[in-house]
């Protein structure tokens, strides 16, 4: 199963090494959204990160920064909902319903799915879908290995999202929580292993 962190939305000191250490504790990608920021800042966080690392970071903002970066996508969303016509990489999309997934699909490598569980970063962000819908959305090759589960993800719920067919998960929230304590690096390698095993 594929494993995403997004970004909080606000830069911090030392963003750039804790990116580099979720890729060097076997994160897949790293999705970077932060929707009120410049250019500038998104290019100097971007400039800070190793370029080996930069084939396995996507952009929510600022697409125009992939002609300077090689990156590995851009993921569209209600503020940046067309791609530049020179842009070569992955593409993906967020989703909340399973129609909009299911329209979707045939257009982008991946799509993310939410929100699965109560979000853990956005309070009253509840789930939108109960066992029996994502049952019968994987029975029915709606939800598959593309399809990424977004919200409320935590290493507890990796195993009930791989039983649904989701190709990856996304977290944001349980990651970015935990960043300080002793223990955080313990925590991404846990969650590397439930979710390859």
């Known amino acids: 199963m594929k494993l995403i962190v997004i ?18 504790w076997g994160i897949d990608l790293i999705h970077i959204r932060k929707p009120e920021s410049a250019i500038r800042d998104c290019a100097t966080l971007l400039t800070s990160i190793p370029a080996t690392y930069h084939n396995r970071i996507v952009l929510h903002d600022h697409f125009e920064l992939t002609a300077n970066y090689q990156l590995y996508g851009i993921h ?9 016509a020179t842009f070569r990489g992955s593409l993906s999309r967020s989703c909340h319903s399973l129609e909009e997934l299911k329209t979707h699909k045939p257009y982008f490598n991946y799509l993310f799915l939410s929100p699965i ?28 290995s593309r399809v990424v589960a977004l919200g409320g993800v935590a290493v507890e719920n990796i195993p009930l999202l791989k039983a649904y067919g989701f190709g990856g998960a996304a977290l944001l929230g349980d990651v970015w929580q935990r960043l300080g304590d002793p223990d955080f690096e313990r925590y991404i390698l846990r969650l590397v292993a439930v979710a390859n095993g």
């Open 7 to 24: 970004t909080q939305p606000f830069f911090f000191d030392q963003e750039a090494t804790a990116i580099q250490n979720l890729l060097d």
């Open 76 to 84: 569209l969303n209600r503020r940046n909902s067309k791609t530049p």
């Open 117 to 144: 569980f109560n979000s853990i970063s956005k309070q009253g962000y509840e789930s939108a879908f109960n066992h029996d819908t994502l049952t019968a959305a994987a029975q029915q090759s709606i939800i598959d």
